[in-house]
């Protein structure tokens, strides 16, 4: 009797393989029919909210706070040289609004507006002036008092890092929000203009007064009534009429006022 043959290992191993490359090529040859695999998704990176800057506290502002900032992750932009709000300020802009209105025992806060040192120190100081008082404004016009707001310049004067580097400009141009005074009382008892130079924050009412005023100085004076020519004729006045006329008025008037100051 004959014993069976035994199988190559190398033989086995052939067989395995033939079996894998049929078995990979059955979706290759399906999908000519129908595929329905899901398409392709870039493996995503690493998720999450933006990590806030170094400076940004871990815990929000209490009364119990050792410092006067108030920190608010964002950042107030404007126009290159102006004092006009830029549309990505209002994230920052309706947080700040919010905390404003959430902490009625602030009774002032402190706007400070800083910038960076490439023009000279009156230019900046005077933007950073408008710079705050326009973040006031927008306050004010979102129904915050005007009696608790104060705006403040520093121009160059604190800068937070090297004006030779661009990344130290950006940060240098910002604006500061400082709580000023607390029940009435200034917090920390430190200065509520804390050194800086303050504009006078308007109402809303006030400040549009003054944009009607503007608006009427610039219009052009009213054209004087038409000129008519007399030609050469000489007309004669009567003394005593045009006498009797202006003393009659002095005395609907109240009477003619002294040329002297009366003797106490």
Same mark, same amino acid.
């Given at each position: 009797?004959?014993? &069976?043959?035994?199988?190559?290992?190398?033989?086995?191993?052939?067989?395995?393989?033939?079996?894998?490359?049929?078995?990979?090529?059955?979706?290759?040859?399906?999908?000519?029919?129908?595929?329905?695999?899901?398409?392709?998704?870039?493996?995503?990176? &690493?998720?999450?909210?933006?990590?806030?800057?170094?400076?940004?506290?871990?815990? &929000?502002?209490?009364e119990k706070s050792a410092e006067t900032r108030i920190y608010i992750e964002?950042?107030?932009?404007?126009?290159t040289n102006k004092a006009i709000l830029r549309p990505e300020s209002e994230?920052?802009?309706?947080?700040?609004?919010?905390?404003?209105?959430?902490?009625?025992?602030?009774?002032?806060?402190?706007?400070?507006?800083?910038?960076d040192s490439r023009a000279s120190e009156d230019h900046n100081q005077v933007?950073?002036?408008?710079?705050?008082?326009? #973040?006031?404004?927008?306050?004010?016009?979102?129904?915050?008092?005007?009696?608790?707001?104060?705006? #403040?310049?520093?121009?160059?004067?604190?800068?937070?890092?090297?004006?030779?580097?661009?990344?130290?400009?950006?940060?240098?141009?910002? #604006?500061?929000?400082?709580?000023?005074?607390?029940?009435?009382?200034?917090?920390?008892?430190?200065?509520?203009?804390?050194?800086?130079?303050?504009?006078?924050?308007?109402?809303?009412?006030?400040?549009?007064?003054?944009?009607?005023?503007?608006?009427?100085?610039?219009?052009?004076?009213?054209?004087?009534?038409?000129?008519?020519?007399?030609?050469?004729?000489?007309?004669?006045?009567?003394?005593?009429?045009?006498?009797?006329?202006?003393?009659?008025?002095?005395?609907?008037?109240?009477?003619?006022?002294?040329?002297?100051?009366?003797?106490?």
């Amino acid at each position: 009797m004959l014993s &069976p043959k035994k199988r190559s290992p190398r033989r086995n191993v052939g067989k395995a393989a033939a079996a894998a490359v049929a078995l990979a090529a059955l979706p290759a040859a399906a999908a000519g029919c129908y595929d329905n695999s899901l398409p392709q998704v870039a493996v995503p990176g &690493p998720g999450g909210p933006k990590a806030p800057p170094p400076w940004f506290p871990e815990q &929000p502002w209490t009364e119990k706070s050792a410092e006067t900032r108030i920190y608010i992750e964002g950042k107030v932009v404007f126009d290159t040289n102006k004092a006009i709000l830029r549309p990505e300020s209002e994230p920052y802009l309706k947080k700040m609004l919010a905390f404003v209105q959430d902490h009625q025992e602030i009774t002032r806060i402190r706007i400070e507006g800083h910038t960076d040192s490439r023009a000279s120190e009156d230019h900046n100081q005077v933007l950073s002036g408008k710079r705050a008082m326009a #973040v006031a404004d927008w306050l004010v016009d979102n129904g915050v008092d005007y009696a608790r707001l104060i705006a #403040v310049g520093f121009g160059e004067s604190r800068p937070l890092g090297p004006n030779e580097l661009v990344e130290g400009r950006d940060d240098n141009r910002r #604006v500061e929000v400082h709580v000023a005074e607390v029940r009435g009382r200034p917090f920390l008892g430190k200065d509520p203009y804390n050194g800086g130079i303050a504009l006078v924050v308007k109402s809303k009412e006030e400040r549009e007064k003054e944009k009607e005023a503007e608006r009427l100085a610039r219009l052009p004076p009213p054209k004087p009534p038409p000129y008519k020519k007399t030609g050469d004729v000489v007309v004669d006045v009567n003394v005593t009429e045009l006498q009797a006329k202006l003393q009659k008025k002095q005395e609907q008037d109240g009477g003619a006022l002294p040329s002297t100051p009366p003797k106490k």
